[in-house]
T-cell receptor, first 115, second 114 residues
Framework: ETGVTQTPRHLVMGMTNKKSLKCEQH?????MYWYKQSAKKPLELMFV???????ENNSVPSRFSPECPNSSHLFLHLHTLQPEDSALYLC??????????????FGEGSRLTVL | AQKITQTQPGMFVQEKEAVTLDCTYD???????LFWYKQPSSGEMIFLIY??????QNATEGRYSLNFQKARKSANLVISASQLGDSAMYFC???????????FGTGTSLTVIP
């Protein structure tokens, strides 16, 4: 079982649909992240949660709504998306321990296509 | 503001040769960490190597080493003895030690030629 699991791996939705992306981490980490990866652009940080509390919201449109019910689960609720929202959505987690790098552990991503 | 710059959109290297992927960063903070990730075509980001801003020695992890030049604000990744499986996108990233946010570059696509 991988450390960070994302479902679904692929999602096709219309602009009027409502769907959700799910992320689960089994690493005991306290911080969870959503990143958007579009072609030829740097990874864009969307949201950061630390101990279930949102600590970063990078001016993300309200059609993206995160939810973090506990330190192991993170959701991204999607509604009335636009075609330009089509991208790979990556979930990650991390923990900061003394002497550790505190690197991000990523899931395999959810490839979203908005028609 | 923090920024990561990777100026090589694509690189080619012969199998078994060494290759250097460039990364420069910009920050006014003194305490930070630098990371390199590999992203194969499958999409998952794989952590490769880490360098702390106060580490005096360059980090090494197997065939990966990080050429850290703090005064130049560069953190180049060196891959020795390239293998076909090294073909992937490579991303440089930075995190300030005061926060949880990671800043990523635009990546370098590496192709290893047999």
């Amino acid at each position: 079982e991988t450390g960070v699991t994302q479902t679904p791996r692929h999602l096709v939705m219309g602009m009027t649909n409502k769907k959700s992306l799910k992320c689960e981490q089994h690493l005991g980490h306290n911080a969870m992240y959503w990143y958007k990866q579009s072609a030829k652009k740097p990874l864009e940080l969307m949201f950061v949660y630390n101990f279930k509390e949102q600590t970063e919201n990078n001016s993300v449109p309200s059609r993206f709504s995160p939810e973090c019910p506990n330190s192991s689960h993170l959701f991204l609720h999607l509604h009335t998306l636009q075609p330009e929202d089509s991208a790979l959505y990556l979930c990650a987690s991390s923990v900061r321990l003394a002497g550790d790098a505190g690197e991000l552990f990523f899931g395999e991503g959810s490839r979203l296509t908005v028609l | 503001a923090q920024k990561i710059t990777q100026t090589q959109p694509g690189m080619f290297v012969q199998e078994k040769e060494a290759v250097t992927l460039d990364c420069t960063y910009d920050t006014s903070d003194q305490s930070y960490g630098l990371f390199w990730y590999k992203q194969p075509s499958s999409g998952e980001m794989i952590f490769l190597i880490y360098q702390g801003s106060y580490d005096e020695q360059n980090a090494t992890e197997g065939r990966y080493s990080l050429n850290f030049q703090k005064a130049r604000k560069s953190a180049n990744l060196v891959i020795s003895a390239s293998q076909l499986g090294d073909s992937a996108m490579y991303f440089c990233a930075m995190r300030l030690n005061t926060g949880n946010q990671f800043y990523f570059g635009t990546g370098t696509s590496l192709t290893v030629i047999p």
